[in-house]
């Protein structure tokens, strides 16, 4: 019995079938396609019990294939609607309550990132990736600021008649550890 239940040259059928479920499979579009050619190839293969399930972003991927490969599709399209601004907070506040950064975003910028997603693809790991840049961003100026902060605490330190400021607490406070925003 050789791979997926195909026999080699026999009718020979399994008592199950198996489904291979490949999401973001336009990532697999290479120039000369082997790969989706082969795999698309395995079910029409005589005794082939195998069963394929491409989920894709794209809605064009069907259009985007090499004639040999399109003709082994089945054609069989399910589109979903984008996720609407919503769908988009209630996931992204979870991804942040998850991550244990929740306090670093506000909820105005969650709001604004996912109305601006929204508008455009409703692809919730683009409002992730700019929530994800923006404490980013906190980070770097917090940083700038404490490393400004430790500069002039220097410069006080050779002057006793200044009195040193005690650290401010900042709300991007990070520990190792934390999950990420975006996996």
Known sequence: MGLFG????ANIRRKYS???VLDEIDMLMTKDQAVLYQLFDWPNQP???LGIIGISNTHDLDQRVLPRIASRLDQAKLA?????VAQLQEIVK????????AGAVEDSAVQLACRKVASETGDVRR???MLRRAVEIGRQHKMAASA???SSAASRSSNPQQQQQPKQPTMF???QGQLPLVS
């Open 6 to 9: 195909v026999a080699a040259g």
């Open 18 to 20: 198996t489904i291979i």
């Open 47 to 49: 005794g082939s019990r």
């Open 80 to 84: 979903f609607a984008p996720y609407s």
């Open 94 to 101: 979870g991804r942040l309550d998850a991550s244990g950064v």
């Open 127 to 129: 409002a992730l990736e």
């Open 148 to 150: 400004a902060i430790g």
């Open 173 to 175: 406070e990070w520990k």
